[in-house]
C-alpha cells in the first residue's frame, strides 16, 4: 500500500483536495492536523506535557486547549513552536501507523499543514502539494477563521512557501477557482493505481 502524504500552505485547500479523493475513489484520508487536535484535547500523557512545556494556561479550567495563548506563546518562539510539534507529531505519527494497519486500499492519503517541516514526509512514498496564490488564501482563511490579515500572514510564514514545497512534491494540484480540481485528482488517482 502506497502512503501519499497531501500538503499545502494555510489556506490552500488541501483539505478540499483530500474530500475528492474521499468521495470519488474511497481513499481513505488521514486527517493528521484534525487529529493533533483531538489528541491535545483528549490524550493525558501529551495534555501534561504541553503543560510543563507553555505553563497552566495552556489549558481551560473545563479542560479544553487555549488556542489563544498557545498561538501567542508559539508564533514568535520557533525554538517552541519546534518542541511542542515534536511532542504532538510523535502522538500523531503513532496514531498514523496505527490507523494504516487496518486500511485495505491500493494507497491511502496523509493530510497534514506542516508535512515537509516535521519531517515526516520521508515517511511517504509520494507527495501531493496544494497550491493557490496568496490572496485567494488570505480570502479563504479570512472567510473560514475569521482572522485579520496579520494574523494570517503570520501564520503563513510559519509554514514553508509553495516553491519550496513544490521541491519535495510528485504532484501538485493547482486550486485557483479555475483548473479542475476533479480532472487533476483523476490523473493523479489514475498514475498512483498504476504505481501500485
Known amino acids: 500500500m502506497l502512503k501519499i502524504g497531501l500538503t ?3 489556506g490552500s485547500g488541501k483539505s478540499l483536495v483530500a474530500k475528492v479523493f474521499e468521495e470519488l475513489f474511497d481513499i481513505p484520508v488521514f486527517y493528521a492536523d484534525h487529529i493533533a487536535k483531538k489528541l491535545m484535547s483528549t490524550d493525558k500523557n501529551l495534555q501534561e506535557s504541553i503543560i510543563q512545556l507553555l505553563g497552566n494556561e495552556s489549558y481551560t479550567a473545563n479542560g ?3 488556542k489563544p495563548f498557545v498561538a ?8 517552541l513552536r519546534t518542541e511542542l510539534n515534536n511532542q504532538v507529531h510523535k502522538k500523531v505519527r503513532d496514531n498514523f501507523n496505527v490507523w494504516v494497519s487496518k486500511q485495505k486500499t491500493g494507497y491511502i492519503l496523509h493530510e497534514a499543514a506542516i508535512l515537509i517541516e516535521s519531517g515526516f514526509y520521508k515517511q511517504m512514498d509520494q507527495i501531493i502539494n496544494v497550491v493557490a496564490n496568496e490572496n485567494l488564501r488570505i480570502e479563504r482563511i479570512r472567510k473560514r477563521d475569521n482572522l485579520s490579515k496579520e494574523q494570517i500572514l503570520q501564520r503563513m510564514e510559519a509554514q514553508l512557501g509553495d516553491e519550496e514545497r513544490n521541491k519535495y512534491a510528485d504532484f501538485i494540484i493547482i486550486n485557483d477557482n479555475k483548473n479542475s480540481i ?6 493523479i488517482h489514475l498514475k498512483l493505481l ?3
Open 8 to 10: 499545502g500552505g494555510i
Open 64 to 66: 479544553a486547549l487555549n
Open 72 to 79: 501567542k506563546k508559539i508564533f514568535n518562539n520557533p525554538e
Open 182 to 187: 476533479t480532472l487533476q485528482v483523476k490523473k
Open 194 to 196: 498504476a504505481h501500485g
